[in-house]
């Protein structure tokens, strides 16, 4: 059974996220774990890319420490087989479309599977592709996860209308579109989302301190804590987990 829901049970969802390999596995482990105990209800893990366009100045540097430090997609499996086993949350994979490609949809979702896997994001998965890969996912119950960015009401309507387990707001919260047929804040994507569907939909960007969290999650079902703690673990290094633990605390407290 797909876990991703029970992130939702209990009030508005703290998802954490983790660049892998950065700035070892060890300390990606250890970080993971502390999330959790910190109050996160879902993990999204990212496997390090050489090009990881939809990602800040802060995450795409965590991609190329991690990398340079030798981290592969098996390492992540094994990384993410560890620590599914010892938190009972669900995990979620973020991964770049050419590192399911070349690995092969199905050898891919398989491993992801039997790893304690739930659901997949890919970034640079257009909505109208979604499709090859979501007949792949659905034979081993993981969800193919859903983002929506500043677009028109009827794009959003439609991502949102096929969407399941969560949907990514991805819009900055300053951000505001000149065309005023583009819906581009962040509560306008959530109500335009939320006039479709019941699947919840989570504030994936600008989430940096408690007061930030309980404002979104206002109107929003959740938020995600990505560069934020991707910060921490550059500034701490090994001795982040600790510093990653209280951050997440106070977050969760705030929401």
């Known amino acids: 059974?797909?876990?991703?829901?029970?992130?939702?049970?209990?009030?508005?969802a703290l998802?954490?996220?983790?660049?892998?390999?950065?700035?070892?596995?060890?300390?990606?482990?250890?970080?993971i774990l502390k999330m959790v105990q910190g109050g996160c209800d879902l993990i999204e893990v990212e496997i390090p890319f050489s090009d990881p366009v939809a990602e800040g100045a802060v995450i795409q540097s965590a991609n190329v420490r991690a990398i340079n430090n030798g981290t592969t997609t098996d390492k992540v499996f094994e990384l993410v087989n560890n620590v599914s086993q010892q938190a009972d949350v669900p995990f979620v994979l973020m991964a770049y479309l050419n590192v399911l490609f070349k690995y092969g949809y199905d050898k891919f979702l398989e491993k992801a599977k039997q790893c304690g896997v739930s659901g997949v994001l890919v970034p640079d998965l257009p909505y109208e592709e979604k499709a090859e890969l979501?007949?792949?996912?659905?034979k081993y119950e993981i969800t193919v996860?859903?983002?929506?960015?500043?677009?028109?009401?009827?794009r959003i309507k439609n991502i949102a209308a096929a969407?399941?387990?969560?949907?990514?707001?991805?819009?900055?919260?300053g951000y505001r579109s000149k065309d005023?047929?583009?819906?581009?804040s962040s509560s306008d994507i959530v109500e335009c989302v939320k006039d479709v569907t019941n699947v919840p939909v989570v504030i994936a960007a600008g989430v940096e301190t408690p007061e930030d969290a309980k404002e979104y999650t206002a109107y929003a079902d959740g938020v995600v804590i990505n560069s934020a703690i991707i910060e921490l673990i550059e500034k701490h290094g090994e001795n982040a987990p600790e510093a990653v633990y209280n951050y997440v605390k106070s977050i969760k407290n705030a929401i």
Not at 163 to 173: D, E, Q, V
């Open 134 to 138: 979501e007949s792949v996912a659905e």
């Open 1 to 12: 059974m797909n876990k991703i829901s029970n992130a939702f049970n209990n009030g508005k």
């Open 145 to 154: 996860l859903s983002f929506a960015a500043p677009a028109t009401n009827k």
């Open 15 to 31: 998802i954490g996220f983790i660049t892998v390999g950065d700035p070892s596995l060890k300390t990606s482990e250890e970080v």
């Open 163 to 173: 969407a399941k387990g969560f949907i990514s707001a991805m819009s900055t919260m």
């Open 180 to 184: 005023r047929s583009v819906i581009s």
